[in-house]
């Protein structure tokens, strides 16, 4: 079984969403089969951090000791564990568009394109059936509404 932070995340992946689920008119078995590839991918990815952490901590290692050769080997094996992550990515998102059909893709690329363009980087927004549009950096980094500083004579 999956453990539950897991399956967590594949039920706020944007095929659970229930407009887009009822556009697409997704069956139980699509459903399940893109939830079977996005748990594989998530443990790669997963795979792939663990280990991304642990050459962190050896790049630190070797810079204490001054050892420049083992901080070339480790970066070139990042670099290679990198593209073979996209390449990975790239399969992934191939798998599941695989799994619908010309209909539904037409679909989905006329009514959610940003799921077309990005799909594992979005989530269904709290309490919506639709995909949250991601944020540019520059959204990131503006203030929301709610957060805006006041000035002392606003108080």
């Known amino acids: ?11 706020n992946m944007w095929w659970h969403g229930p407009a887009i689920g009822s556009d697409l008119e997704l069956t139980a078995d699509q459903i399940d089969r893109m939830d079977q590839i996005y748990v594989e991918q998530h443990a790669a990815r997963q795979e792939a951090s663990t280990a991304g952490r642990e050459d962190s901590e050896s790049i630190l290692e070797a810079a204490k000791a001054g050892d420049a050769d083992t901080i070339d080997a480790i970066l070139q094996r990042m670099g290679e564990r990198r593209r073979m992550a996209a390449a990975a990515d790239v399969e992934t998102t ?27 980087t979005l989530r269904l927004g709290k309490g919506s059936g639709t995909p949250r549009q991601p944020r540019t950096n520059r ?9 805006a500083a006041t000035s002392p004579e606003d108080s």
């Open 1 to 11: 079984t999956q453990p539950r932070a897991r399956r967590t995340q594949v039920k």
């Open 94 to 120: 191939r798998q599941v568009f695989r799994v619908l059909t010309e209909n539904q893709l037409t679909i989905l690329a006329e009514k959610y394109p940003v799921v077309i363009q990005r799909p594992w």
């Open 139 to 147: 959204q990131r980094r503006a203030p929301q509404p709610d957060q």
